[in-house]
């Protein structure tokens, strides 16, 4: 039913971070975005590591949004299940974006991929401007169900 973090060595600000990583893992409470992606393989159609960090920085702030990026069609849309939206390898430099299981938009140039994708969140409704609902003090994060401890026991 709970947990005793001793985290005296951390800042709040690192402890904050800490625990809605802890929560977000174990699934108890969504706070930001989860973002899942293949392990890469011969199939990919473009860099996973690059793109996925281009598309971790532009949607990172989303609560609660899943994102799935794959390298490539042959096993992307089934690896994606669980996500909200997809972005998927479909040839040399083109890219197919998804909504759940439904493909959406095919074809699109690899350069201009990620801001399709953030176009199609904002269309879905799901796009929150980055710095709102950021968490600013102590008081907000307990608010929402975080006992932040930094005393020793």
């Known amino acids: 039913e709970g947990l005793l973090w001793e985290a005296a060595s951390m800042s709040g600000t690192e402890l904050r971070e800490a625990s809605f990583n802890l929560l977000q893992a174990s699934r108890m409470r969504i706070s930001k975005t989860e973002f899942i ?5 011969g199939r990919m159609l ?11 920085e532009r949607t990172g702030h989303l609560p609660g ?4 990026v794959m390298g490539c069609i ?14 998927v390898g479909s040839g040399v430099g083109k890219v197919d974006l998804y909504v759940g299981y439904d493909c959406v ?4 140039p690899a350069d201009k991929a990620v801001d399709a994708l953030v ?10 401007d980055l710095g ?22």
Not at 37 to 41: A, H, I, R, Y
Not at 46 to 56: E, G, H, N, P
Not at 119 to 128: P, T
């Open 37 to 41: 992606s293949c392990p890469s393989c």
């Open 119 to 128: 176009q199609l969140i904002r269309e879905h409704g799901k796009w929150v």
């Open 74 to 87: 042959v096993n992307g849309p089934g690896e994606m299940a669980d996500a909200d939206f997809g972005y």
């Open 132 to 153: 709102c609902g950021d968490l600013d003090s102590d008081d907000e994060v307990e608010a929402m169900g975080v006992k932040l401890v930094r005393d020793s026991l």
């Open 105 to 108: 938009r095919r074809g699109i």
């Open 65 to 68: 949004v899943r994102i799935a």
């Open 46 to 56: 473009f860099d996973l590591q690059d793109t996925t960090a281009k598309i971790q």
